[in-house]
């Protein structure tokens, strides 16, 4: 059975920049589809970014030029980088992969989650 554990999660002030960590264990980071996704209070979980097997990233409208998903294979580690941070980006940050395809498929349901990561923006 695959799992995903997350981390990086924190307190930062709005401008400011966190790195979120995904370490998975058995499989290769680099064969599947992986994808952060987030949920804030009283808010549909929403898609930030995903990676496909071929290295293709597709972002949130919401987060483009700020956020950068990425991985390490060797480390069998997503990384989610995010930069000038605004008060709404705060949520649960969730790392999620869909262990039966390569190249992610917008709208389609992951397979996989993680334990999630919380992420608050102060003023």
């Known amino acids: 059975q695959v799992q995903l554990v997350e981390s990086g999660g924190g307190s930062v002030q709005a401008g400011g920049s966190l790195r979120l960590s995904c370490t998975v264990s058995r499989h290769s980071v680099g064969t599947y589809c992986m994808g952060w996704f987030r949920e804030a209070p009283g808010k549909e979980i929403e898609t930030v970014a995903t990676?496909?097997?071929?290295?293709?990233?597709s972002y949130a409208e919401s987060v483009k030029g700020r956020f950068t998903i990425s991985r390490d294979n060797a480390k069998k580690t997503l990384y989610l980088q995010m930069t000038n941070l605004k008060l709404e980006d705060a949520a649960t940050y969730y790392c999620?992969?869909?262990?039966?395809?390569?190249?992610?498929?917008?709208?389609?349901?992951?397979?996989?989650w993680g334990k999630g990561t919380l992420v608050t923006i102060s003023s």
């Open positions: 990676i496909s097997s071929d290295s293709t990233t």
């Open positions: 999620a992969a869909d262990l039966l395809i390569s190249r992610c498929i917008p709208g389609r349901p992951m397979d996989t």
